[in-house]
């Protein structure tokens, strides 16, 4: 089991362990959002209404446009901050109401581009090895015909 309750190790595992003995039939595999989301809140009704919120909430909250409301909630306060004349009064509105508010969402963007960024790479990455995989079973194919030339050539010889 992994640490988001997923038991995708087993088959890594399982995958990896095929792959080392019999290298020749590995097909590669790409890995979907959608596969990894049943692991994580599981297949039920409840499992994917929980995935569907979680899902929807950060898509709205990891928004610069969330982010710029935020700001403008966090600002209401401000005043009444200022008021108080209390550095400590500045500093709590500074670390709870702005800093809060605004950073998340903002951190939610962030969070999103580098992870566009990684599937796309991860995709071009899959693409590539597919490639590579496929170039090497035609070559292990060339490999094996001319095995058979020279075969028959040293049986020419031989007799």
Not at 14 to 28: E, F, G, L
Not at 76 to 92: D, F, M, R
Request: aromatic content about 4%.
């Amino acid at each position: 089991m992994t640490a988001n309750g997923g038991a995708h190790t087993t088959e890594h595992e399982a995958a990896m362990a095929t792959a080392i003995k019999t290298p020749r039939a590995h097909v590669p595999r790409h890995v979907r959002n959608a596969s990894i989301v049943a692991q994580i809140h599981g297949t039920n009704a409840i499992g994917r209404f929980n995935a569907a919120v979680a899902v929807r909430v950060t898509r709205i909250v990891g928004t610069m446009y969330c982010a710029y409301v935020f700001t403008l909630v966090a600002l209401v306060a401000l005043p009444a901050a200022i008021e108080q004349g209390s550095p400590t009064v500045l500093v709590n509105w500074l670390s709870s109401n702005f800093l809060q508010l605004v950073l998340l969402p903002i951190i939610i963007v962030g969070q999103n581009v580098i992870s566009a960024a990684q599937d796309a790479r991860a995709e071009a990455d899959h693409e590539t090895l597919t490639a590579l995989h496929q170039m090497s079973k035609q070559q292990i194919e060339i490999l094996e015909g001319q095995n058979k030339i020279l075969d028959f050539l040293q049986k020419r010889v031989q007799s």
